[in-house]
């Protein structure tokens, strides 16, 4: 059974950072590219991040370049998403998403965690 488990959510100031993490299990996601995206109320799911397990490339969306940093240890199979400088318009519900490509659109992907709180006061 495949799983996608985030954790590192939290309740901030403007200004903090967060680390979320993303483990993985139940199946191999070497040929796997792993993304972020979040969703605000009211709003449709968008892309944040994504990494290749397999050589680490890695693409940002743009409100987040410079601040957002995505990473993984292949030996704990868990995906990192660094954010720091947060913005109130960063609060939203994180998810990790697994697919074969670093597609920016949700809908193409198969594998889905439950997702975690981050909301930023300003």
């Known amino acids: 059974q495949v799983q996608l488990v985030e954790s590192g959510g939290g309740l901030v100031q403007a200004g903090d950072s967060l680390r979320l993490s993303c483990a993985a299990s139940?199946?191999?996601?070497?040929?796997?590219?792993m993304t972020w995206f979040r969703q605000a109320p009211g709003k449709e799911r968008e892309f944040v991040a994504t990494i290749y397990w397999i050589g680490g490339s890695t693409n940002y969306a743009g409100p987040v370049l410079g601040r957002f940093t995505i990473s993984r240890d292949n030996a704990k199979n868990t995906v990192y998403l660094q954010m720091n400088s947060l913005k109130s318009e960063d609060t939203a519900v994180y998810y990790c998403?697994?697919?074969?490509?670093?597609?920016?659109?949700?809908?193409?992907?198969?594998?889905w965690g439950q997702g975690t709180q981050v909301t930023v006061s300003s």
């Open positions: 998403a697994a697919g074969r490509l670093g597609y920016t659109d949700y809908r193409r992907y198969d594998y």
């Open positions: 139940g199946r191999t996601f070497n040929n796997y590219a």
